[in-house]
């Protein structure tokens, strides 16, 4: 059953070591509004602060995943003086930053499933999953320019460590969409799949992570989020560290010996 935080505007449902938040406005595209800024705060936080999990699925209800803010709901600040819409929007984008921190450092593998419309926020959420599968009806854009706005979620922090500097601007600066075929080829999804097949494909990764070692999986991509930061001896040291810690673990013990049996591996369910 879902459960509902704040409002129904995200739906947090969980089935045994898998949640899957829901973006729940698809008669408006799924865009963001004040509402929804506060159930992400809140379901992103009671996630990341589940150590029972083993994966969190990020996906869109209705036809798309995510268009962005919800431009209806912006223009009700124009009568607004200007000083007064800057802090009211400062302080929405900061509310918004909270629920960036909690999905960027949480300790579990971050999935999207994505189709229809990725813009603006949408488009920093998805550069913020480690694993993302779009359908082939999925398209994308930074859509801020048109609005005379700059990124936001965190968007100009991931979007060139997914695309590179130069490809970074372009999609910012000039604000052209791109179908699902070119986020593939550029990094910003790591597969496309018919829309049929969409559930099926991102099933399979989340079956994976639910089956593979837990404590892992969530060090490797707390490693490779971190590396962005560190330097070199920085990582090494890390590395070292976290390799001496997986090798403490039940599941080091059950992976070497069915190597070593030439069986599949049964790791803890934790």
């Not at 963001?32 to 992103?44: F, K, R």
């Not at 083993?54 to 607004?80: C, K, Q, W, Y």
């Not at 990094?187 to 018919?194: A, L, M």
């Not at 099933?203 to 330097?231: M, Q, T, Y």
Request: charged share 20%; glycine share 8%.
């Amino acid at each position: 059953m879902p459960h509902f935080a704040m409002n129904d505007t995200i739906l947090l449902e969980r089935d045994g070591p898998v949640a899957t938040l829901t973006l729940n406005r698809p008669k408006a595209l799924n865009t963001l509004d004040v509402a929804m800024v506060d159930a992400l705060v809140a379901c992103s936080a009671e996630v990341a602060a589940d150590d029972s999990l083993a994966v969190v699925v990020l996906r869109g209800a209705g036809s798309h995943f995510m268009a962005g803010g919800d431009i209806r709901t912006f223009a009700e600040s124009l009568p607004n003086p200007p000083a007064e819409r800057q802090a009211t929007f400062h302080r929405m984008i900061e509310r918004i930053n909270v629920a960036m921190e909690n999905l960027h450092r949480m300790p579990h593998p971050l999935i999207g499933r994505v189709h229809g419309a990725v813009a603006g926020l949408g488009l920093s959420l998805v550069t913020a999953c480690d694993v993302a599968v779009a359908s082939d009806d999925a398209y994308f854009a930074s859509a801020y320019r048109h609005i005379a706005l700059s990124p936001d979620g965190g968007g100009s922090w991931t979007l060139p460590r997914v695309v590179g500097l130069h490809k970074a601007m372009e999609i910012l600066l000039l604000g052209e969409r791109f179908d699902a075929a070119e986020a593939a080829r550029i990094g910003i999804v790591n597969k496309v799949v018919p829309a049929a097949e969409l559930d099926a494909a991102v099933a399979a990764i989340v079956d994976s992570l639910v089956k593979g070692p837990r404590f892992a999986l969530r060090s490797a991509r707390r490693l490779v989020r971190d590396a962005l930061e560190r330097s070199l001896s920085e990582t090494l040291q890390a590395e070292a560290v976290s390799f001496g810690r997986c090798t403490g673990t039940a599941d080091f013990a059950e992976g070497i010996t069915a190597f070593l049996g030439k069986r599949p591996a049964r790791f803890d369910r934790g």
